[in-house]
Every structure is written in C-alpha cells, then in structure tokens.
T-cell receptor, first 109, second 114 residues
Framework: GQSLEQPSEVTAVEGAIVQINCTYQTSGFYGLSWYQQHDGGAPTFLSYNALDGLEETGRFSSFLSRSDSYGYLLLQELQMKDSASYFC??????????WGAGTKLIIKP | NAGVTQTPKFQVLKTGQSMTLQCAQD?????MSWYRQDPGMGLRLIHY???????DQGEVPNGYNVSRSTTEDFPLRLLSAAPSQTSVYFC?????????????FGPGTRLTVL
C-alpha cells in the first residue's frame, strides 16, 4: 500500500522554530510537496522537493532525503498566523498526489 | 483572475439524490482534479483530468462521475448520494509541462448527506 506518516499535532511558542516530519512509502516517487491549510480554508502550496536537500522560501524551508523516504518542513520565527494544519503529499505518478493526514500546528504566545 | 471557483459552498442532500458540484478555473490550466477531505484525514483524489476530453480515476472514484468538455470547467456528479459521501470537496488545478507540483485549490463545497 501507499502511506505517509506525519505527527497529528505539534505545539510551539511564538518566535520559535518548529520541524514537521514526514515519512512515506509509495509505489512511485517524483517529489514531496507541502501544503498549509487554515481551519475552514483550502490548502495552499508551500514548497516542493524533487531532489535531496534543503529548499528555502522565506521563513519556511523543506528538506528531502529520498534514500530515507523522509522529509520535513521547517518553520522559523513562528507567528500566530502560522497556526494551521500542514500536509505533506507525495507525487507518486505524473498525475496523482498521495496526501498525509496532516499535522495541526498549535502556536502559543 | 478569480482563480478556482466552486459552487455551491454548502449542500445538504438526502440519501439517493443526485447532484453536480461545479468547478471552474480561469488560469488556462490543463490539469484539474477533485478531492474529498474527511475529518482528520488528508485529501483523497476522486477523479482528475489532464485536458479537455480526458479524464481518469483517482483513489476513490466509486459513486462519482466527471466530464471535461472545456478547459475551464470540471463538474463532479454524485450519482446517488450516500451518507458515506458526507465530506468537504475540493477542486484543484495546475499548469502542465510537468509542473503538477503546485496545485491551486477552490474554496471547497461542504456536503452533508442525510
């Protein structure tokens, strides 16, 4: 079967750094995406890694290790508006994304 | 640009009823898809289309039909609604050329089947 594992909930303090991990087991692999979803909203794209290493976009970075079937999303200088659910998704074929169940990020002042 | 639009925002159906969820995009994207999201779960792909006249099944296609007569529109039809289809439905689109990575989502349709 195909599966992605990520923690269901992570708590952090405003201004701190938090890492959300994702491990995957899929029949195909083209790359790993991360999406953010606020309560009641639609997912919005954050990043995509096709090759091993770190991709940085402002306060957000994403890392991939294909040999370990593992990736993470790193959020720095946390702000209250970062409180949301974060999903990893594997592009398992040309046209299909397989999604994790999501990690709810709770930020405390 | 309006991006991806979906109608209706909310819908309540009785078991056995049929209906069509509408999705449209004005970004000239070739790829469009329908997902459902159940509480505490990620998104699951129902159907997708790589261009007008071309559709294919995703992970959970049973009970749903799609068609793609134009680049802009990608409606999802529920043939005979069941309580198990209570969910939030998202439509998404992305450009082609191998760039299926960033998908743009509509605001969602919250469907309840009684």
């Amino acid at each position: 079967g195909q599966s992605l594992e990520q923690p269901s909930e992570v708590t952090a303090v405003e201004g701190a750094i938090v890492q959300i991990n994702c491990t995957y087991q899929t029949s195909g692999f083209y790359g790993l995406s991360w999406y953010q979803q606020h309560d009641g909203g639609a997912p919005t794209f954050l990043s995509y890694n096709a090759l091993d290493g770190l991709e940085e976009t402002g306060r957000f970075s994403s890392f991939l290790s294909r040999s370990d079937s593992y990736g993470y999303l790193l959020l720095q200088e946390l702000q209250m508006k970062d409180s949301a659910s974060y999903f990893c998704a594997v592009r398992a074929s040309n046209y299909q994304l397989i999604w994790g169940a999501g990690t709810k990020l709770i930020i405390k002042p | 640009n309006a991006g991806v639009t979906q109608t209706p925002k909310f819908q309540v159906l009785k078991t056995g009823q049929s209906m069509t969820l509408q999705c449209a995009q004005d970004m000239n994207h070739e790829y469009m898809s329908w997902y459902r999201q159940d509480p505490g779960m990620g998104l699951r792909l129902i159907h997708y289309s790589v261009g007008a006249g071309i559709t294919d099944q995703g992970e959970v296609p049973n009970g749903y039909n799609v068609s793609r007569s134009t680049t802009e529109d990608f409606p999802l039809r529920l043939l005979s609604a069941a309580p198990s289809q209570t969910s939030v439905y998202f439509c998404a689109s992305s450009p082609t050329g191998g760039s299926y990575n960033e998908q743009f989502f509509g605001p969602g349709t919250r469907l309840t089947v009684l």
